[in-house]
């Protein structure tokens, strides 16, 4: 189990990494491993790049997951998102790589997460993807994020 000498990012100033595929995703010991339970991070101004025009998007990401031995060490998830500021690709490869690289890193017992990107062209675009069924006995509350609507 990682100790806190093995976190390379907390505590320290770094630069946000030039692209996803330098960010590293530190975990550490779960402190409940013997308890499930959920853990949601939500970063409602995420930016990443339209891989085809340069503009940004925007979405708000919810990330759900039940953690086995490991949990994600915050900071260094926070360093990964900022890297896409400056990544272009479509809204599904973005939500569903974030997901991936997560369950890769920590490889939770339950993992989902929701990817409610604002419009461009004027067609909102949600992208949702989970590893398989909850743990029974571990409250999942609904992302409740609401459709995009608008100003109206």
Not at 38 to 55: D, I, K, N, Y
Not at 80 to 87: I, K, M, W
Request: with cysteine; proline share 10%; hydrophobic share 40%.
């Amino acid at each position: 189990m990682p100790k806190k000498a093995s976190l390379t990012l907390l505590g320290k100033n770094v630069a946000v990494p030039a692209s996803p595929e330098q960010a590293v995703l530190e975990k550490a010991a779960n402190p409940h491993a013997d308890t499930d339970y959920m853990v949601r991070f939500t970063c409602p101004e995420f930016t990443s790049l339209c891989p085809m025009t340069g503009q940004p998007d925007f979405a708000h990401l919810m990330i759900d997951y039940v953690p086995g031995k490991w949990i994600v060490e915050s900071k260094s998830l926070k360093l990964f998102l900022q890297s896409f500021r400056n990544h272009g690709a479509f809204h599904e490869d973005c939500t569903i790589a974030i997901a991936r690289r997560i369950n890769a890193a920590i490889a939770p017992k339950w993992l989902r997460i929701g990817g409610y990107w604002y419009p461009r062209g004027g067609i909102p675009i949600d992208v949702f993807w989970q590893t398989g069924v909850a743990p029974k006995n571990v409250w999942i509350p609904p992302q409740e994020v609401p459709a995009y609507r608008g100003r109206g």
